[in-house]
């Protein structure tokens, strides 16, 4: 009971992250736009990958495309901590590893409502 609480917190938490972010770089915020306009990313190319994002984290909440939703965003932080390996940009790397960590660990405790909503 305790655990499928803590992980529904988890997963609201990655949700609101991914749908914060997904809108960040779909919108083209300047921070944004400067971090992967380095690496290549056109103004499309970011509002591609920041509807991806959204997409992602609006999975994590049914139960039949969680994984699929926590792949994808883990793809997606794993791109960027190559990005940052490429630059040696280590802080950049332990910036993004937490968020990584979040999905692998939301991915083990699998979804709370999986065999339907009981408490």
């Not at 803590?6 to 809108?23: C, D, E, R």
Request: with cysteine.
């Amino acid at each position: 009971m305790i655990l499928k609480i803590i992980n529904s917190i988890l997963i609201l938490v990655a949700l609101i992250m991914g749908l914060k972010q997904g809108y960040a770089m779909f919108s083209g915020k300047a921070e944004m736009m400067e971090m992967f306009s380095k690496w290549g990313f056109s103004k499309t190319g970011l509002a591609i990958n920041g509807a991806i994002t959204m997409i992602a984290a609006i999975m994590l909440i049914f139960p039949k495309t969680f994984v699929w939703g926590n792949f994808i965003m883990a793809a997606g932080i794993l791109l960027i901590i190559c990005f940052h390996l490429i630059d040696k940009d280590l802080k950049g790397v332990m910036i993004e590893l937490p968020f990584l960590l979040l999905n692998l660990i939301i991915i083990y405790l699998q979804h709370p409502f999986k065999d339907g909503f009981s408490l």
